[in-house]
């Protein structure tokens, strides 16, 4: 809380936000940190063994064996998003579950599953994007810019 | 083998990255991974990205930040063959199996499962 921001607070308000500051749980971020470490790296390293797989049975190359893995991992997140259990392990390894494309692939199924009870066309259809979509709004637009500034790049006869 | 352990580290780190976004700077999940992606973007647009994915593989190619690298990298591959115009139909190109396969997958997990408490 900014000093600023606790000018516009009357005395009391002033008094409580200290409260409510020593009250807040500390939050562990070594602990965390750790965490998120060892999760989203297994989840790296079996996305990494499902390439292998891939590549070695499935005569994939090593730029494309990465569709399928991708697959594999959401398909996978998917029935775990479904039967609550990838809610327990979000829980425990934070960043780790978030950053992963599997993070993604969950936010999209258990918008999807929630809002069922809204009818399948406004409640899973209309609320499946609701947390991921700013994630696909902003790599959109910034790849749309940044393509553009390179091609101009090029074009100018640079890089 | 080297290949796992540098799967493990860099898509760790990454993570750890994500981490201290959510618990230093106190941002959301989303202004975490949207950062994340914009920043993938951008070290795709400089050509850092594919760098790391030959260096870590699925370290690499797994976290969120990489779907911002795939689009530049489908925008400028079919920019290439068909002038402007493939920014916007190679956008999608590479990111497409992810975004296709949470959206079959999403839908038929919310036919299948019903909402948890």
């Known amino acids: ?159 | 083998m080297e290949k796992f352990f540098w799967a493990f580290v860099v898509g760790g780190l990454i993570c750890v990255i994500g981490q201290i976004m959510l618990d230093v700077f106190r941002l959301t999940p989303a202004h975490t991974t949207t950062t994340l992606v914009v920043v993938g973007a951008i070290l795709g647009g400089l050509g850092l990205y594919d760098p790391l994915i030959k260096f870590a593989g699925a370290g690499a190619s797994i976290p969120i930040c990489s779907f911002g690298n795939a689009l530049v990298k489908g925008a400028l591959a079919e920019a290439k063959t068909y002038g402007l115009i493939g920014v916007l139909t190679g956008i999608f190109e590479v990111t497409s199996a992810g975004i296709s396969s949470a959206i079959i997958f999403g839908f038929m997990g919310a036919l299948i499962f019903k909402p948890k408490g």
């Open chain 1, 1 to 159: 809380m900014s000093s600023q921001k606790n000018k516009k607070l009357t005395p009391i308000q002033q008094e409580y936000q200290a409260f409510a500051k020593e009250r807040e749980p500390k939050k562990r971020v070594g602990r965390n940190i750790l965490r998120a470490f060892f999760i989203g790296g297994i989840i790296c390293t079996i996305g990494q063994g499902l390439q292998m797989i891939f590549i070695k049975y499935f005569n994939f190359t090593q730029t494309t064996a990465g569709n399928p893995a991708t697959a594999i991992l959401i398909i996978a997140t998917v029935i775990l998003t479904g039967i609550g259990a990838y809610h327990k392990i979000a829980q425990f390894a934070g960043a780790g579950t978030i950053i992963p494309v599997t993070g993604f692939a969950n936010t999209v199924a258990s918008a999807a599953i929630e809002h069922r009870s809204e009818g399948f066309v406004l409640g899973v259809g209309g609320n499946m994007f609701k947390i991921a979509g700013p994630v696909i709004v902003y790599g959109v637009f910034s790849a749309f810019v940044v393509a553009l500034i390179k091609i101009t790049i090029q074009w100018l006869g640079g890089m």
